[in-house]
């Protein structure tokens, strides 16, 4: 048991607090845009389109602690399209960043968001003097007791100067997507 104790104190003493937000007593914005709105109305959660005139096809809702996105009347008419998911609520000190010199960061960022299955890959995106960067996204799956899933993804290679940094999901194909929560943490 102290063992147990022991090393979960040290798995804990590595990572350091980010962000984190869950879906209890969020807002939802329609019309021109679709927004979910944290406590302090501020976006936290912004959605956008291939065809941004389609998006009234789109039926987002807010239930039982979980954003709901039905997109199978939009992708009945985009086939093609898609749909993104961009995580606004993270602010951009909450990352690690490569230090000055240096290709990458000791430090890891770790995004996880909590669903149901067939949500797609978690993407670092950042800004700096050069423009937007768009790390390739990449996705580690874990089947939750609950049959929610659990996404990670980590990226290392955020920029110093990088002036803003986001998160978003491109969804491609029809379906009902549903999110809990989504964190992030910096690890050494």
């Not at 490569?98 to 993407?123: D, F, H, M, R």
């Not at 996204?137 to 986001?166: F, M, Q, W």
Request: glycine share 8%.
């Amino acid at each position: 048991m102290k063992k147990m104790l022991s090393l979960s104190l040290a798995l804990c003493a590595g990572l350091l607090f980010g962000w984190e937000a869950d879906m209890q007593n969020k807002k939802l914005q329609t019309g021109k845009n679709i927004v979910v709105l944290n406590e302090k109305n501020q976006w936290l959660l912004g959605l956008g389109s291939s065809n941004e005139q389609d998006t009234v096809l789109l039926k987002p809702e807010l239930s039982n602690g979980e954003f709901i996105l039905d997109t199978t009347e939009y992708f009945k008419k985009n086939v093609n399209g898609y749909i993104s998911l961009n995580w606004v609520g993270p602010r951009t000190a909450d990352f690690a960043k490569v230090p000055e010199g240096a290709k990458v960061s000791a430090k890891k960022n770790l995004a996880a968001i909590i669903g149901s299955p067939g949500l797609p890959a978690i993407q670092y995106c950042w800004q700096t003097a050069e423009g937007m960067t768009f790390a390739r996204p990449h996705k580690t799956e874990t089947r939750l007791d609950n049959g929610s899933i659990r996404i990670t993804s980590t990226e290392n290679t955020i920029p110093a100067d990088a002036t803003r940094v986001i998160l978003r999901q491109i969804i491609t194909k029809p379906g009902i997507y549903k999110i809990r929560s989504l964190s992030v943490t910096v690890s050494d």
